[in-house]
Structures are given as structure tokens and as C-alpha cells.
């Protein structure tokens, strides 16, 4: 990772798209202005653990149009209107394309990294590179975790 990782929230249904790579762009409202590389995401409720780790190729930003017609070339892995009514009030967004999704099978605790009092982020959490190498390290280290691939490309 040559640049900043973020912690993001993602309902599960769209992770599983995310982790069998039908849905290779994840939309959000708002991204962080810091060059990011790293994605670690965090299943929300039921499962409230983070779940896959993937690199960041490019943000796309523009208005919902320009991102409904890249997530219909891409891969958005949503229809038009749950895109629309997801970005509605915003007047441009992004598009972050995702490659070499992993996915944790068992999912690990974030209260395990982040301490008891953690709080899932809105919409980004940044974290450093340390605590990026940490994730990884302890997803390699730990028995009752390990890394799945589903990246094609």
C-alpha cells in the first residue's frame, strides 16, 4: 500500500457482490481528499466485523449520470434507482473502483484493533499504514483467519 488506507461500512448484501466481484465500484456521498490505495470494509449490522480488505485503482467523480453509466460499463452492482436514491441531494459523487478484493473468511472482531469503544465510520475512517500492516499481520498470523481472493483481473 503506497498511500493511506480507509475503514468503510458497507451493508452485507453488497459485500457479497463486492467479494465475487459482480460489483467492482463501490458509490460513495462523500471520499477523503488524502490519496488512498487501501480499503478495509466493515460489515454492517447483523455481522459487525470487518470482512474483506481490496486496493483502490481510481475514483471516478461526477454527477449520479456520469456514475450510472460507469457503474452500468464497470460493474455498479446496483440498479439505477437504488443508485439515484442513494446519491439524491448530491450533486457529484464517487465511484470507487475495486481490484484484488480478499475477502476474511470468519470476518475479525474491529473492537480487536480498535479498541472496545470503536464505532463504525459514516462514511471513512482513515487509517495509517501501520495499523493497515497490523490488519494484515493479524489476519496472516491468526489460524481462525485467512485471506480468500476472488480478483480476476
Known amino acids: 500500500m503506497k498511500d493511506k488506507a480507509v475503514l468503510i461500512s458497507i451493508r452485507p448484501k453488497y459485500i457479497e457482490l463486492i467479494v465475487n466481484r459482480e460489483k467492482r465500484l463501490e458509490f460513495r456521498r462523500s471520499w477523503p481528499a488524502l490519496p488512498v490505495s487501501g480499503l478495509i470494509i466493515y460489515a454492517c449490522a447483523p455481522l459487525k466485523k470487518i470482512v474483506a ?4 485503482r481510481t475514483v471516478i467523480w461526477g454527477s449520479r449520470t456520469k456514475l450510472w453509466h460507469a457503474a452500468q460499463e464497470m460493474g455498479g452492482g446496483v440498479t439505477r434507482q437504488a443508485l439515484f436514491d442513494y446519491l439524491d441531494g448530491k450533486k457529484n459523487a464517487a465511484a470507487i473502483e475495486l481490484v484484488k478484493v ?9 473492537k480487536k484493533l480498535f479498541g472496545q469503544e470503536f464505532r ?3 462514511s471513512f475512517r482513515y487509517i495509517d499504514k501501520e495499523t493497515f500492516s497490523k490488519i494484515m499481520n493479524l489476519i496472516k498470523k491468526d489460524k481462525n483467519y485467512h485471506l480468500k481472493s476472488r480478483d480476476r483481473k
Open 120 to 122: 463504525p465510520p459514516q
Open 102 to 110: 480478499q475477502s476474511i473468511a470468519g470476518g475479525l472482531d474491529p
Open 53 to 56: 480488505v481490496a486496493e483502490i
